[in-house]
T-cell receptor, first 110, second 114 residues
Framework: DAKTTQPPSMDCAEGRAANLPCNHSTISGNEYVYWYRQIHSQGPQYIIHGLKNNETNEMASLIITEDRKSSTLILPHATLRDTAVYYCIAVRDQGGKLIFGQGTELSVKP | DTGVSQDPRHKITKRGQNVTFRCDPISEHNRLYWYRQTLGQGPEFLTYFQNEAQLEKSRLLSDRFSAERPKGSFSTLEIQRTEQGDSAMYLC????????????FGEGSRLTVL
């Protein structure tokens, strides 16, 4: 599974959009991009995933570049409860497993 | 509660003792994973079951670690002769066949080895 690179930390003002980048330049055609987050002292929580099209759900939007070498997770109106570590993971459709990196620690500030 | 449950949530033990953690996955999920997480690090993959079959084990899983899923439902993770380096959060996750990477994690079992 392809390695992903994320900034170690980011800040965001409450109510503003949080845009979390992820680089996955070696991603292969059968690997999906998954995003999870982990709030302190809890287990990771699935947010969203995509292959090549942009995706949106009730939690976030996922924008994947046309060459699939990078993606951005967008939290449209960040709240204090969105403060967490966010993980971007590339996973094969079949037989893959989640391999977590260090993630991005997002701090949402009032 | 229909999520993944883990027991115990916290365990403090002395070095050299054996400990066992239990995971009850979401009932219709056939895939079950164990991860270990230390402070400031992302979760590390330990092992994976499809139904009752253990299909993959990480090299992190030394001989002192054993995991079972006897009837394809709940799973146990046993650590024998615990060492201080085993202190960590042990996370269990389950998933259906629908989407490989979409897993549901439990709250974890925190182990402290004195």
């Amino acid at each position: 599974d392809a390695k992903t690179t994320q900034p170690p930390s980011m800040d965001c003002a409450e109510g503003r959009a949080a845009n979390l980048p992820c680089n996955h330049s070696t991603i292969s055609g059968n690997e999906y991009v998954y995003w999870y987050r982990q709030i302190h002292s809890q287990g990771p929580q699935y947010i969203i995933h995509g292959l090549k099209n942009n995706e949106t759900n009730e939690m976030a939007s996922l924008i994947i570049t046309e060459d699939r070498k990078s993606s951005t997770l967008i939290l449209p109106h960040a709240t204090l409860r969105d403060t967490a570590v966010y993980y971007c993971i590339a996973v094969r459709d079949q037989g893959g497993k989640l391999i977590f990196g260090q993630g991005t620690e997002l701090s949402v500030k009032p | 509660d229909t999520g993944v449950s883990q027991d115990p949530r916290h365990k403090i033990t002395k070095r050299g003792q054996n400990v066992t953690f239990r995971c009850d996955p979401i009932s219709e999920h056939n895939r079950l994973y164990w991860y270990r997480q230390t402070l400031g690090q992302g979760p590390e993959f330990l092992t994976y079951f499809q139904n009752e079959a253990q299909l993959e084990k990480s090299r992190l899983l030394s001989d002192r670690f054993s995991a079972e899923r006897p009837k394809g439902s709940f799973s146990t993770l046993e650590i024998q002769r615990t060492e201080q380096g085993d202190s960590a959060m042990y996370l269990c996750a389950s998933g259906s066949g629908r989407s490989t990477g979409e897993l549901f994690f439990g709250e974890g079992s925190r182990l402290t080895v004195l």
